[in-house]
């Protein structure tokens, strides 16, 4: 029972980070219908501002909000440089652009600072752990099930009282009626990605956290968990997405643990079938959109 419970935490960790990666998707998605594949790379640039704050001597308490704050403001740029322009392109033009700026992004990454891994300064608090109730809980996964737990209520508080947030909600249900209703569409779409942005930096915050590394690929593998994490939850469902990310988390860790030594080699093929039956018995995702309902047929 400790080992489960043990388990259950462990999983709650990751799919925190998955279901902040694959919101910060579901958030883009819902508006634009656009799968950003440069996701990811937001990631790393709040990876690296990490690692330059250290570098400098920066507390890591300070080093956290600039992260967010560079990963925010990285993703507006990338809205209005390479998807503003395009954005009456078709959604392959939009996604083979989103491939585009990721792969640029990342040999700037390999080219201006390092091919290799870099090491991140971490406050000595985060490597070490705590004993709760007979459960030894490390206390950067700690940290990671708190910021996510945070997060998710800041975010649902936002898109549910705050004037920007119900923008896009409304523009997430009907994108031209609330065109029509005054939405500027500029503000709403920019303000999408500094969402998505801030929720990919603080994962990479949380990520980077139990890795004490930054390397120019850090955010491709995160990034395409999310994306399976938001399909299984229900593409462009909000809710769909921390629950994908959740039970994506929960999947791989239990795999992880309880997988006989023989077959731990098997172990991602073993989860994508195990997404691939849920899908199964829910094609539309755990928590569907309301205007994505695809039928079986």
């Not at 570098?55 to 600039?66: C, E, R, T, Y």
């Not at 392959?92 to 989103?98: D, F, H, I």
């Not at 004037?163 to 909600?169: E, L």
């Not at 999310?226 to 299984?232: D, G």
């Amino acid at each position: 029972m400790d080992i489960a419970l043990q388990q259950i935490l462990n999983a709650a960790a990751l799919g925190g980070i998955y279901a902040l990666l694959a919101l910060g998707l579901a958030v883009v998605f819902s508006i634009m219908g656009l799968i950003n594949f440069a996701h990811g790379e937001l990631m790393t640039i709040a990876g690296y501002v990490l690692m330059f704050c250290g570098i400098a001597g920066i507390p890591f308490a300070l080093g956290v909000p600039l992260a967010i704050v560079a990963a925010a403001l990285s993703a507006m740029a990338m809205e209005r440089i390479a998807f503003r322009p395009l954005r009456n392109a078709s959604g392959a033009t939009l996604l083979v652009t989103s491939f585009a700026v990721a792969m640029i992004l990342q040999v700037l990454f390999q080219n201006l600072i390092s091919a290799r891994s870099q090491p991140v300064i971490l406050p000595a608090l985060l490597g070490q752990s705590v004993t709760v109730f007979g459960l030894v809980i490390g206390v950067n996964k700690i940290f990671a099930i708190i910021a996510t737990l945070v997060m998710l209520v800041a975010l649902e508080a936002f898109m549910s009282r705050q004037r920007h947030g119900i923008a896009m909600r409304a523009a997430a249900e009907d994108f031209a009626i609330a065109r029509l209703m005054g939405i500027r569409a500029n503000t709403v779409i920019s303000g999408a990605f500094a969402l998505s942005g801030m929720l990919a930096g603080v994962a990479a915050v949380l990520w980077v956290s139990q890795r004490a590394s930054v390397d120019p690929l850090m955010g491709f593998t995160p990034v395409l968990k999310a994306f399976i994490a938001a399909i299984l939850g229900g593409l462009g469902s909000l809710r769909g997405a921390v629950a994908g990310g959740f039970v994506l988390g929960l999947i791989e860790v239990f795999l992880a643990a309880f997988l006989p030594a023989s077959w731990q080699e098997f172990r991602e093929p073993i989860g994508l079938a195990l997404v691939v039956a849920l899908l199964i018995l829910r094609p539309n995702g755990l928590i569907p959109a309301a205007t994505l309902q695809a039928q079986k047929v």
